[in-house]
């Protein structure tokens, strides 16, 4: 983050803007907006400004620019045509540290305008850090239509319940937890229509009901998929928002585990080969005593929750305590990193089905059904098989697969660090002795894999430069 996101109050706070162009009039107008006591310098006005100082919303000094304007203001803007002018006015603002905005020169700024999106007294700010105003706009208008004005209404009604709530829930995690409630379901809605009344009622049951249940969290089980953040499904996005604690695993991406709340407490479970942070029994344990403080507790994991991440284990013990839970599928690391290599894992020419084996088990061996996994016209992926590699080749040789089946590993894969070793069961060792991989890693094997060259679509910049 290059620049602190910041909203100034400058009601009645003398503010100068430099210029009497269109471009002054935008910066202008969203000053008044914010009841600023605006000062323009300049000579001539443009019209809508000239309307404006004539309607006595604004004071105009009718001349050029002048040093000791900038004496005793809030913040100054730069809008004229003149480039030298707008240097000066930033040098004697800097000077003087006032805040100072010139327009189209970011590196002369200490501060930016963003986009708004205004729902008073909501107010939703958009930048791209000084790098492309024209998508800062873009994305203003796209939120436009996701945040109606109504919002300002569901605004207004919360103000007037916050002392209420505070009163009658002293715990702060109920309060949260209601607030959740209230502003995502009935009440909310029932604002958004204008049926006023009905959200008072509706608010009434929310509090009583925040008031019996007080004590008790709950667990969030999410699947965070194999590491593109775009993946991530709209109830776990939610969900990630919610929590209390967060308690993640090595697997989860790091632009994940940023959209969870910003004050949500943090825990590393680790849970890597041979090395696990906190164990399993560890990790139960904890969720069940967060869970009974009152917490909302987010279990997020890399990929799926009921596919080799332990998810079953996790709720069993949930449940022998009593404790609530809900449980979001991610999409599996077979499924993303497959898809991202352009290696679909069935295909009518090729496979008729597709097997998902763990790399290792719970005593850390690998004693697999070799017969069936090397069985024909079938795709069979490796999770946590890195370390087995060579077990996995020599194995699937033996029980008869050609030493020309297709393999591919996919190292971080949908995310832009995605890397693909392919080659054949006889030569994969060759390769990835050459250039060895690092976990996560997933290993597919099937002719599926043939079909890459053709199907890639997703070419991350280290493929492109090895291309090249």
């Not at 910041?6 to 003398?14: A, H, N, Y």
């Not at 916050?162 to 937890?177: A, G, H």
């Not at 969900?239 to 632009?255: F, G």
């Not at 994969?428 to 002719?447: A, F």
């Amino acid at each position: 983050m290059d620049l602190l996101p910041v909203f100034l109050d400058v009601k009645r706070r003398p503010c100068l803007v430099v210029g009497g162009g269109e471009t002054a009039l935008r910066k202008v107008r969203n000053l008044l907006r914010a009841g600023a006591a605006v000062q323009v310098v300049a000579p001539k006005l443009h019209r809508e400004l000239q309307v404006l100082a004539d309607q006595g919303k604004l004071e105009q000094i009718a001349r050029s620019f002048s040093e000791e304007d900038v004496a005793g203001m809030q913040l100054v803007i730069a809008a004229t045509d003149d480039s030298q002018v707008n240097q000066r006015v930033a040098q004697l603002a800097k000077a003087r540290e006032i805040p100072v905005n010139v327009v189209d020169r970011p590196e002369d700024c200490t501060f930016i305008l963003p986009s708004v999106i205004d729902r008073d007294p909501v107010v939703v700010a958009v930048s791209t850090t000084r790098t492309s105003p024209a998508l800062a706009r873009l994305l203003r208008i796209r939120l436009e239509s996701l945040i109606p004005a109504g919002y300002g209404r569901l605004a207004a009604f919360c103000a007037r319940y916050r002392d209420v709530v505070k009163r009658r829930l002293p715990d702060v995690q109920t309060r949260r937890r209601l607030w959740d409630r209230v502003l995502q379901g009935g009440v909310a809605e029932r604002v958004f229509s204008g049926h006023l009344e009905e959200a008072d009622a509706a608010m009434e049951r929310e509090l009583a009901l925040a008031q019996k249940s007080r004590g008790m969290g709950e667990v969030y089980l999410v699947g965070s998929g194999p590491g593109d953040p775009d993946l991530l499904t709209f109830r776990a996005l939610r969900l990630m928002q919610q929590a209390d604690v967060v308690i993640y695993d090595r697997l989860v991406a790091q632009p994940i585990l940023d959209l969870v709340r910003r004050d949500a407490r943090r825990i590393y479970a680790g849970k890597e080969r041979n090395h696990h942070v906190m164990r399993q029994e560890e990790i139960n344990r904890l969720l069940t005593e967060l869970a009974q403080q009152g917490l909302r507790v987010l279990r997020l994991k890399g990929g799926d929750p009921f596919i080799f991440g332990r998810g079953g284990e996790e709720i069993d013990t949930l449940a022998a305590a009593g404790i609530p839970f809900q449980v979001v599928p991610g999409i599996t690391a077979a499924s993303g990193c497959a898809t991202y290599t352009g290696i679909p894992l069935t295909h009518r020419d090729y496979a008729q089905s597709v097997t998902f084996v763990t790399g290792h088990l719970k005593d850390g061996s690998m004693d697999l059904n070799w017969e069936q996994l090397a069985q024909p016209r079938q795709t069979v992926v490796f999770y946590m098989g890195l370390i087995g590699l060579e077990i996995i080749v020599k194995q699937l040789m033996r029980h008869g697969v050609s030493p020309q089946m297709p393999i591919a590993l996919v190292q971080q894969g949908t995310t832009p660090q995605q890397k693909v070793y392919s080659g054949t069961l006889s030569n994969i060792l060759e390769i990835v002795q050459r250039d060895p991989p690092k976990p996560p890693s997933l290993i597919i094997v099937g002719e599926v894999v043939r079909l890459r060259d053709k199907l890639n679509w997703f070419r991350t910049s280290t493929e492109a430069s090895e291309k090249e």
